[in-house]
T-cell receptor, first 116, second 113 residues
Framework: DVKVTQSSRYLVKRTGEKVFLECVQD?????MFWYRQDPGLGLRLIYF???????EKGDIPEGYSVSREKKERFSLILESASTNQTSMYLC???????????????FGEGSWLTVV | DQQVKQNSPSLSVQEGRISILNCDYT??????FLWYKKYPAEGPTFLIS?????DKNEDGRFTVFLNKSAKHLSLHIVPSQPGDSAVYFC????????????FGGGTRLMVKP
């Protein structure tokens, strides 16, 4: 059974703080993603990674960075948190080969971040 | 501009009746479509998918219909159960675009006992 684990479920941070959101998957998936979910906007892609040390910008990368030093771990970094980054953050992973029957994306349980 | 839209932010249905959730898209390159279900404080979970070569896919109480000419898909849940109450996201991906998914804004379904 695929497991995508986000270590921090609920965080409250101050404006300007550096924030790390950690994600680990245990199925040897090549591809990992960070999304944020906001009401009415659905899930928006922040960054993704197809391999170790590789990263690509998604639709809303501004204010974020990522790190993929090991295949199983993908970290999202907010260099200087701002109140408009208050959101639910979702990590996801999928085996390489595309979204097709039998190979779909799996999500973690989400990290609720509040920036005050 | 959102390429995948779910125009109904919420839907309320009586238990036992049919729930119909709708999704529209604008990108003609999308060739694979998925529905995800999300409970509060949990991550989305995969529900059902359909390839653009089909117009219908059924899995138990859940059926997804695809109308490529209208760029429209819908999810039917029959019969609806209170446990189906959740937010449903429609998602789409392009051919040869790896694993990129574009999500709609979600529809909150409430099934009343």
């Amino acid at each position: 059974d695929v497991k995508v684990t986000q270590s921090s479920r609920y965080l409250v941070k101050r404006t300007g703080e550096k924030v790390f959101l950690e994600c680990v998957q245990d199925m040897d998936h090549e591809n990992m993603f960070w999304y944020r979910q906001d009401p009415g906007l659905g899930l928006r892609l922040i960054y993704f990674s197809y391999d170790v040390k590789m990263k690509e910008k998604g639709d809303i990368p501004e204010g974020y960075s990522v790190s993929r030093e090991k295949k199983e771990r993908f970290s999202l970094i907010l260099e200087s948190a701002s109140t408009n980054q208050t959101s639910m953050y979702l990590c996801a992973s999928i085996k390489g080969g595309g979204n097709r029957a039998g190979n779909t994306i799996y999500f973690g349980e989400g990290s609720w971040l509040t920036v005050v | 501009d959102q390429q995948v839209k779910q125009n109904s932010p919420s839907l309320s249905v009586q238990e036992g009746r049919i729930s119909i959730l709708n999704c529209d898209y604008t990108n003609s390159m999308f060739d694979y479509f998925l529905w995800y279900k999300k409970y509060p404080a949990e991550g989305p979970t995969f529900l059902i998918s359909i390839s653009s070569i089909k117009d219908k896919n059924e899995d138990g109480r859940f059926t997804v219909f695809l109308n490529k000419s209208a760029k429209h898909l819908s999810l039917h849940i029959v019969p609806s159960q209170p446990g189906d109450s959740a937010v449903y996201f429609c998602a789409a991906s392009e051919d040869n675009a790896g694993n990129m998914l574009t999500f709609g804004g979600g529809t909150r379904l409430m099934v009343k006992p």
